[in-house]
């Protein structure tokens, strides 16, 4: 069965640091998001990506955030200056055209110290 | 008003037991609807769609009013293995965004 897969599944990195987060899609989908879920708390809306553009981003997802798809398999997110208010699990999922469900990524545990 | 809104629960339930989870969206022009899982620091996963007509999945019944904007989620013969925190997804047609509530955390006593 198709996944979404996500690396590092841990990443521990020093406040200021820049972090890349890294995942593959399911190879047919055509809309991808990145979440994040803070310890205890709920799943949150960063980003959705649609052909080869962000179509809609929340107020959390600020300059420090970007997004890339640079070979058409890989989906990255990547974080700036790392603050520890980063600290979550981030989420990667992608779906196909309409309004059909979306897949998660396994998930990286980012640990900002 | 949040887009989303469900009971956080938790909802303490014993084994056999039926449970049912209520969830709001704000937005009329939520177009998709699901109810995913997930358990403890895993990934959400899908439980399953849910359809204006209603739909059941063997013990799991799932109901939109779209009058109302809510979405419902029924178990019947709750099993250990149900404890979980339950999502309700509201999604916009154009796939842009999708929104999750802050979940229902169910624990199913033996």
């Given at each position: 069965e198709p996944e979404v897969t996500q690396t590092p599944s841990h990443q521990v990195t020093q406040m200021g640091q820049e972090v890349i987060l890294r995942c593959v899609p399911?190879?047919?989908?055509?809309y991808f998001y990145w979440y994040r879920q803070i310890l205890g708390q709920k799943v949150e809306f960063l980003v959705s990506f649609y052909n080869n553009e962000i179509s809609e981003k929340s107020e959390i997802f600020d300059d420090q955030f970007s997004v890339e798809r640079p070979d058409g398999s890989n989906f990255t997110l990547k974080i700036r200056s790392t603050k520890l208010e980063d600290s979550a699990m981030y989420f990667c999922a992608s779906r196909l055209q309409g309004p059909t469900e979306a897949f998660f990524g396994q998930g990286t545990r980012l640990t900002v110290v | 008003r949040k887009e989303v809104e469900q009971d956080p629960g938790p909802f303490n339930v014993p084994e056999g037991a039926t449970v049912a989870f209520n969830c709001t969206y704000?937005?009329?022009?939520?177009q998709s609807f699901f109810w995913y899982r997930q358990d403890c620091r895993k990934e959400p996963k899908l439980l399953m769609s849910v359809y204006s007509s209603g739909n059941e999945d063997g013990r799991f019944t799932a109901q939109l009013n779209r009058a109302s904007q809510y979405i419902s989620l029924l178990i019947r013969d709750s099993k250990l293995s149900d404890s979980a925190t339950y999502l309700c997804v509201a999604g916009m047609n154009r796939d842009d965004k999708i929104i999750f509530g802050k979940g229902t955390r169910l624990h199913i006593l033996p």
């Open positions: 399911i190879s047919n989908h055509l | 704000s937005n009329s022009a939520s």
